[in-house]
């Protein structure tokens, strides 16, 4: 067969006649082919970046288009694919360059791909860098991917490691480490590690002792640091957690690190104040947060009066403390109600009182009883839905982790009332009591009874019963100022005609909304009718009767709480949602059984889990000749 080309009038390729083979033409036609097919190519793809060049988007000036660019990144550094947002650079060669010319798109480190780690660090050239690793999984590429990393010390920016000590120790001992640049440093070892309890680590002076004028947020967790270093100033965040005893600050140490902080907007210190008060608070130094957002304090109750004694923050602080008693203080939060009520700091003197900020008023409340010597207060100045609230949709502003030893004397309702004095709540509106047993009527009148504004009340457990006495009560006559400050005015009691009175004829005189949750109507033995649901339907009608009625009840998960008795409180409620759950517990149901039986042994379901083990007659297919 001969090979033959020619080439048409419309055509520049040659064209093959396959008459003759021949090896050397067909090699050569191929490769005018594949020539010519490049040309086209490369001709297509020019034709293609100059119709993207007509497109509104190629003809932004590359600064803005880098900026756009550094938004996605940002988007993406912390979701499931840090890299995600690289794809921006296989868009077109205008994007590609203009993401390559650009540096500080490159800075965020990616250390879960070493590989590409390395070659951020080449395109970041010598921008700004962001160096954040969590090796608490740690693998021999990664290490050294953080080791070079940390080799660009003057570039960092932003420094946050959380590993073992061994691990930071090594990566931080360097003499060459220097970070002049930084502006956010957050070191954390865990707590508890596979190896055992983490003892901590501490900074070495190379990085403790040099300057950093940039600093402005500092995160320590087990991390010990030397009080006088120059890291611990102009500071406008502090946390540290969790320091050792042995190297846990004296006051005057922390106050003389606090004085060099003006500008600090959040303070969380978590064991590590100082152990031991040297001095009185009368006598001792007073310090000034004025530019204070948010104090977050988790110690002991010695402790924390101790400092907070000395402290002065501006009212519109938002306030987060757990305080946990000793055996010395039992149940007695009156030092940490003392602050509370004064956000100026209890050493805080003043002469006149102009000046001096309003405090922030508390119009809704939580008050949960966690354990039988817990208690969690939370307390938010704007008036929120109760769904808002009850999901923390927002932060409270003031939020309260109570603990203490038990102790039989330990009342629940004594550091209730403490509480409610402290925290502005003369303009209440909301409030939510959930298991917070012990809780007497005169209790819940003393505290809330004469709120003016109050008009939800949310109440889970025992004490509901006792909220329903309290609804009850009448106001005597003789009463004739109001019990908590900022009064109000009352309504005229029926069947009397005197003039309009200060005071209102019933205890919580704009109650609206009424929701019971876990809320026992049980019927007690030997008394024919039922006195807890019968004093809550006398509670509904005697209100509706002094024109004080409450228009909304709402029952949650209610036990011993059946339809006819719902059925008999919808005439005296504008609106009532019941869940319908109807549920019951038999004291003789053998699968409910749960305790001790007389002989010592765990009852679980009527069974004696250390007990006699049961022949169940069951075959799990295992092999008994072991």
């Known amino acids: 067969m001969a090979v033959t080309t020619f080439t048409t009038p419309n055509e520049s390729l040659p064209c093959i006649d396959y008459s003759t083979p021949n090896d050397a033409t067909v090699d050569k036609t191929r490769h005018l082919i594949d020539r010519e097919m490049q040309r086209l190519e490369d001709s297509i793809r020019l034709l293609k970046s100059r119709r993207n060049v007509l497109a509104p988007i190629s003809r932004l000036p590359p600064e803005m288009l880098a900026k756009i660019f550094a938004f996605r990144v940002a988007d993406s550094i912390e979701s499931t694919n840090p890299l995600e947002w690289i794809r921006v650079s296989h868009v077109s060669r205008y994007w590609r360059a203009v993401a390559l010319d650009c540096p500080r798109l490159w800075g965020n480190l990616v250390f879960s791909r070493p590989r590409w780690s390395?070659?951020?660090?080449?395109?970041?050239?010598?921008a700004g860098l962001v160096v954040k690793a969590d090796l608490s999984c740690i693998t021999p590429r990664i290490f050294e991917a953080v080791r070079l990393a940390l080799l660009h010390g003057p570039r960092i920016h932003h420094l946050q490691l959380r590993a073992g000590s061994a691990t930071i120790e090594r990566l931080l001992t360097t003499k060459s480490l220097e970070l002049?640049?930084?502006?956010?440093?957050?070191?954390?070892?865990?707590?508890?590690?596979?190896?055992?309890?983490?003892?901590?680590?501490?900074?070495?002076?190379?990085?403790?002792?040099?300057?950093?004028?940039?600093?402005?947020?500092?995160?320590?967790?087990?991390?010990?640091?030397?009080?006088?270093?120059?890291?611990?100033?102009?500071?406008?965040?502090?946390t540290i957690h969790d320091i050792a005893t042995s190297l846990r600050p004296s006051t005057d140490q922390l106050m003389?690190?606090?004085?060099?902080?003006?500008?600090?907007?959040?303070?969380?210190?978590?064991?590590?104040?100082?152990?031991?008060?040297?001095?009185?608070?009368?006598?001792?130094?007073?310090?000034?947060?004025?530019?204070?957002?948010?104090?977050?304090?988790?110690?002991?109750?010695?402790?924390?009066?101790?400092?907070?004694?000395?402290?002065?923050?501006?009212?519109?602080?938002?306030?987060?403390?757990?305080?946990?008693?000793?055996?010395?203080?039992?149940?007695?939060?009156?030092?940490?109600?003392?602050?509370?009520?004064?956000?100026?700091?209890?050493?805080?003197?003043?002469?006149?009182?102009?000046?001096?900020?309003?405090?922030?008023?508390?119009?809704?409340?939580?008050?949960?009883?966690?354990?039988?010597?817990?208690?969690?207060?939370?307390?938010?100045?704007?008036?929120?839905?109760?769904?808002?609230?009850?999901?923390?949709?927002?932060?409270?502003?003031?939020?309260?982790?109570?603990?203490?030893?038990y102790s039989a004397q330990t009342k629940v309702d004594y550091i209730t009332t403490a509480i409610c004095r402290s925290i502005p709540i003369a303009h209440l509106r909301s409030l939510r009591l959930t298991h917070v047993n012990g809780i007497t009527p005169k209790t819940w009148i003393g505290n809330f009874g004469f709120l003016p504004k109050l008009h939800s009340v949310h109440v889970a457990g025992d004490s509901a019963h006792t909220l329903i006495a309290a609804l009850r009560e009448e106001v005597p006559i003789e009463l004739t100022s109001p019990v908590t400050p900022g009064g109000m005015l009352g309504v005229r009691r029926p069947g009397l005609r005197r003039r309009r009175s200060a005071i209102p004829s019933v205890y919580f005189p704009h109650l609206t909304t009424l929701t019971m949750e876990d809320v026992s109507f049980e019927e007690h033995a030997g008394i024919p009718s039922n006195p807890v649901f019968e004093n809550l339907q006398n509670c509904l009608?005697?209100?509706?009767?002094?024109?004080?009625?409450?228009q909304e009840l709402y029952l949650r998960e209610c036990n011993h709480l059946y339809e006819e008795h719902v059925?008999?409180?919808?005439?005296?409620?504008?609106?009532?949602?019941?869940?319908?759950?109807?549920?019951?517990?038999?004291?003789?149901?053998?699968?409910?059984?749960?305790?001790?039986?007389?002989?010592?042994?765990?009852?679980?379901?009527?069974?004696?889990?250390?007990?006699?083990e049961p022949d169940l007659d069951l075959d799990f297919g295992f092999n008994p000749s072991f």
């Open 118 to 126: 390395e070659e951020m660090l080449k395109r970041s050239k010598m």
């Open 180 to 238: 002049p640049m930084i502006h956010s440093l957050s070191l954390a070892v865990p707590r508890v590690t596979r190896f055992g309890t983490d003892e901590g680590f501490t900074i070495p002076d190379a990085i403790s002792s040099g300057e950093a004028p940039y600093l402005r947020r500092l995160e320590l967790q087990k991390v010990n640091i030397a009080w006088d270093s120059n890291l611990l100033k102009g500071l406008t965040h502090l």
């Open 256 to 405: 003389d690190a606090l004085e060099r902080m003006p500008a600090l907007q959040v303070l969380d210190l978590q064991d590590a104040l100082p152990q031991s008060p040297t001095e009185p608070p009368s006598s001792a130094r007073f310090l000034a947060l004025n530019e204070l957002t948010h104090l977050v304090i988790t110690s002991t109750v010695p402790e924390c009066s101790n400092f907070l004694a000395r402290l002065s923050i501006p009212a519109s602080a938002r306030v987060q403390m757990s305080c946990s008693g000793t055996e010395a203080t039992g149940g007695d939060f009156s030092g940490i109600m003392k602050i509370i009520s004064n956000p100026r700091g209890a050493a805080y003197r003043q002469e006149s009182k102009v000046g001096l900020p309003e405090r922030k008023i508390t119009r809704v409340l939580h008050i949960h009883h966690e354990a039988p010597i817990s208690l969690i207060v939370r307390g938010w100045t704007n008036a929120l839905s109760p769904q808002e609230a009850f999901t923390h949709v927002n932060e409270p502003d003031i939020q309260l982790h109570l603990s203490w030893h």
């Open 541 to 550: 009608m005697e209100r509706s009767e002094r024109k004080s009625e409450i």
């Open 567 to 612: 059925d008999d409180l919808r005439g005296l409620v504008t609106t009532l949602d019941w869940d319908g759950i109807e549920q019951d517990f038999a004291d003789d149901d053998d699968e409910s059984v749960i305790g001790y039986d007389e002989m010592g042994g765990y009852m679980f379901g009527g069974y004696n889990v250390y007990g006699e």
